[in-house]
């Protein structure tokens, strides 16, 4: 039987479940501010009606599809023949699966790749979506999108043709999506180790052999997959890259066998699983001594780009959840959101969101830049820096802002039926291994620096980012910030100094410090921006929780008389800014 209480706790839930944003676009002010300073105006307002419609469409019925999906029962299922025997090496998904990919792929976020100059607003589009986590689709998405870019960067004419057009429709039920095949077994993120052989056939096809061991998307039309050509040396140096159709010309598969699907902790509705090739036709990508490379730069790099937007639309939504769940659940005889330690945590939640939201866009930015050839020589070297530093610091930041939401609702938050940040956990774990590990992605960002120079001008990058801050209310963590970057020219300058292992002992501790100057710098660029533009802003009190939180030196926050002021200022900014709209 009900009692009273229990029916008044359950409506103030209800009260909680209607009190969130129907238009995960429309209710983001921030993201908004940063398209407009980044777009222009006239650009905004531009793609302002796609973002607004996909916004609606993520916050409703793909989030509602979503949670069906992932529901267990609803999980892919391996489906190797049709009905009458015929091989199919297909993987099943729920209905839901096909309605949401409708829906995605006619918000055009492949489509804008079709031509160069479209990278944050494919971002935009990309960052709305993750508020669902991975939901069956972002890994796909992020494979085309990586195969796209090498084919139209190193593609031959006849490749283009046959491969590149269906790869950005906007129609589901006729476009092809791509998918990446490079790890196996015995190496992981040490490619060079790969093994799987490449026959060369004397008519510009190759035969592909052998494993591969981690193969997501594998219902998609065409895989990029890394193999090496017969008599090619070993290490990456031998390895090449190449396009593999799903199908031959006959309608058969083209020499690939599904072993079997993946058991995965997180992004449960996108089917993983461990593939054979025996002879399958293969086309080069590329030079074939630059397979590498191409994959590297031109792939890797790309998804890297998708994984760390997705990290932050992921970071926006546990923020919704927990901001919009303390206003409305009440312990102690007064609403969660009242007391500080509820404060703290949506704080926090909202500070590192906001910090990932201005790194990710600030490389898209770059990228429109390098493919529309407007890029400097320093600003691709600041690219090809913070493409992995923000991979490895938004999938690290993620899982722990998705911990901090998940504590706010207490028992609650482990409940799978109750909200969606238990699949949002899952699916972070994922997404801090995906597309390089923490300390590859840090190894590599310090070899870089020492081997090629790049600290300069990502050193000089961000000291242009904070000329540009003149604010009064920014001048102390401006201060801040300027310093830290200095002690990080430091650090690097003594660990070049060690010797290789010592080296790579203090790999992360020189990322960390890199990446918290580059998300700070860029925040108080946007707040000078918004600023000077006059708007109503909480981001110098967000800018002053992050600093202090990760570079200002010896920062306790019982010596900081403000301390419970601001975190009440950012925590009820985010309880405004989870308001249904």
């Not at 069906?68 to 009458?84: A, K, Q, S, V």
């Not at 180790?193 to 591969?212: I, Y």
């Not at 009242?338 to 790194?359: F, G, I, K, R």
């Not at 102390?476 to 790579?504: M, N, P, Y």
Request: with cysteine.
């Amino acid at each position: 039987m009900t009692t009273d209480a229990a029916a008044q706790g359950r409506a103030n839930l209800a009260v909680w479940e209607a009190s969130k944003p129907v238009n995960f676009f429309t209710a983001d002010a921030n993201l908004q501010s940063v398209l407009r300073r980044i777009l222009g105006d006239a650009a905004y307002v531009r793609t302002e009606a796609n973002l607004t419609r996909f916004g609606g469409q993520v916050a409703t019925a793909l989030d509602q599809w979503a949670r069906e999906e992932d529901l267990i029962g609803n999980h892919p299922r391996l489906d190797r023949y049709d009905g009458i025997g015929r091989r199919t090496e297909q993987v099943a998904f729920h209905p839901n699966h096909e309605r949401a990919g409708a829906l995605i792929w006619a918000s055009d976020m492949l489509a804008l790749q079709a031509e160069p100059g479209h990278i944050v607003e494919q971002m935009a589009l990309f960052y709305l979506l993750s508020h669902n986590g991975e939901g069956g689709h972002c890994c796909s998405i992020a494979c085309t999108a990586g195969l796209i870019r090498a084919l139209q960067t190193v593609g031959s004419e006849s490749l283009k043709a046959r491969f590149l057009a269906p790869l950005v429709g906007s129609n589901f039920d006729t476009m092809q999506h791509g998918a990446q095949f490079l790890t196996e077994i015995q190496g992981g993120s040490d490619v060079g180790a790969n093994a799987l052989r490449a026959a060369d056939q004397g008519d510009g096809t190759f035969r592909l052999t052998g494993e591969k061991w981690f193969c997501s998307n594998v219902n998609a039309d065409q895989f990029l997959v890394m193999g090496r050509p017969e008599g090619a040396s070993s290490g990456t140096r031998g390895l090449a890259v190449f396009v593999v159709p799903r199908l031959l010309d006959d309608g058969s598969t083209n020499g690939f066998f599904i072993r079997r699907l993946k058991d995965k902790l997180g992004t449960r509705t996108l089917a993983s699983v461990e593939l054979d090739f025996d002879g399958a036709v293969a086309y080069p990508l590329g030079p074939l001594d630059q397979g590498f490379k191409t994959t590297v730069e031109l792939v890797l790099n790309t998804s890297r780009l998708l994984n760390a937007v997705s990290c932050a639309g992921v970071m926006r939504r546990a923020a919704i959840e927990a901001a919009s769940y303390a206003a409305h659940r009440t312990a102690f005889g007064q609403v969660i959101g009242a007391y500080p330690l509820v404060q703290e945590a949506v704080a926090d939640c909202v500070s590192e969101y906001t910090a990932a939201t201005a790194s990710g866009f600030a490389l898209a930015a770059l990228l429109d830049l390098m493919e529309t050839g407007r890029a400097s020589e320093d600003q691709q070297a600041v690219y090809r820096v913070l493409v992995n530093l923000n991979k490895y610091a938004t999938s690290v930041r993620g899982s722990h802002v998705v911990h901090r939401a998940i504590e706010v609702l207490g028992g609650n938050g482990a409940i799978e039926s109750f909200s969606v940040l238990p699949r949002l956990y899952r699916d972070m774990v994922v997404l801090e291994s995906w597309e390089g590990t923490h300390n590859v992605l840090c190894l590599q960002v310090q070899r870089d620096m020492q081997r090629y120079g790049l600290h300069k001008p990502f050193l000089r990058w961000m000291g242009e980012r904070l000329d540009s801050v003149t604010a009064p209310a920014l001048a102390q963590e401006r201060a801040v910030v300027a310093s830290a970057v200095e002690r990080g020219a430091d650090l690097l300058a003594r660990i070049t100094a060690l010797s290789r292992t010592a080296q790579q002992a203090h790999a992360r501790r020189l990322a960390d410090i890199l990446t918290d100057c580059a998300q700070a710098a860029l925040l108080l660029e946007e707040a000078q921006w918004e600023l000077d533009r006059g708007l109503a802003t909480a981001k110098p009190q967000i800018i002053a929780h992050f600093v202090n939180a990760h570079l200002r030196p010896g920062y306790d926050p019982l010596d900081d008389p403000g301390y419970l002021d601001r975190i009440r200022f950012v925590s009820e900014a985010a309880l405004r800014d989870a308001d249904p709209v």
